[in-house]
């Protein structure tokens, strides 16, 4: 099977070798298909946005293996890691983390600049992934100037903007009403079944949770449960 993430036995500690020395995640270990939507729940504190900062390759694993699409991360520096991040994943946070004062347009062609893609070539990508997420007219708007759901929307099409094997997504829904979490819900749905897009998804919302494909709870740093979503019964 296509294992796009792989982790085995992964741990996380913060304040390592200091008196107040803190194990977060206990050894979790996880394997997620190549055009899988995952969804991973638990309580506030469990060790969820941890889990997925070292999925996303923002953070290191104290210990424990790691592999997106079959490399063994672990030796890589930091240079190397942000190549993979840049190429390989896409990200979505529930407060949108677009930068301030830059349009939309801008916003979506940043990490295309950083990929080293053209300025003709990354405009129009750009423009073409904002109307796909229905933001087109809004293009030349500042993040100060949309509301939260179109805020979101344009950091979707960021996410996309170098066709990343991987989506993940933290709490993305979770400063919108429910309306507009529904249209974010939407997209990812399509990304993932049109575009074959590997989805990790954190959120508090059970009902989110059930229209993926697996859902994975998390409890104080340990996986306690994984069942089948009830949409795809
Ligand atoms: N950089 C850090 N240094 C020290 N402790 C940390 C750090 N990051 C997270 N923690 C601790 O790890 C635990 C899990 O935090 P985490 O942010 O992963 O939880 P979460 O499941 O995402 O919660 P929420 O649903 O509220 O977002 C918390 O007790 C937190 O204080
Ligand atoms: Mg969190």
């Known amino acids: 099977m296509d294992s796009v993430i792989k982790l085995r036995d992964i741990k996380k500690s913060f304040y390592i070798g200091k008196p107040n020395e803190l194990e977060i995640l206990h050894g979790i270990s996880l394997s ?6 995952v969804s991973i729940v638990g309580a ?3 060790g969820k946005s941890t889990l997925m900062n070292v999925i996303g ?3 290191r694993p104290t210990d424990g293996c790691y592999e997106i699409e079959g490399r063994d991360v672990a030796g890589a520096s930091d240079q190397e890691l942000s190549l993979i991040r840049n190429r390989k994943i896409g990200f979505v946070f529930q407060t949108y983390n677009l930068i301030a004062r830059t349009d939309a347009l801008k916003n979506v062609e940043l ?14 990508r ?20 949309l509301s939260g759901g179109q805020k979101q929307r344009v950091a979707i099409a960021r996410a996309m903007a170098n066709d990343p094997a991987i989506i993940l997504a933290d709490e993305p829904t979770g400063a919108l009403d429910s309306k ?6 939407d997209l990812f749905h399509e990304l993932n079944r049109n ?17 993926t494909d697996r859902i994975i709870t998390i409890s104080d740093g340990t996986i306690t449960g994984e069942r089948a979503g ?4």
């Open 32 to 37: 997620v298909q190549k055009g899988e939507f």
């Open 44 to 46: 506030s504190g469990s």
């Open 57 to 59: 390759l923002l953070d």
């Open 111 to 124: 990490p295309m600049m950083y990929a080293g893609v053209s300025k003709k070539v990354r405009a129009k």
């Open 126 to 145: 750009a423009a073409e992934l904002l109307e796909v997420v229905g933001m087109k007219e809004r293009m030349s708007h500042t993040p100060d100037e």
């Open 180 to 185: 507009t979490g529904r249209t974010v819900m």
């Open 195 to 211: 575009q074959g897009k590997t989805i990790v998804l954190i959120t508090h919302s059970t009902g989110l949770a059930e229209e």
């Open 230 to 233: 009830s949409w795809n019964l």
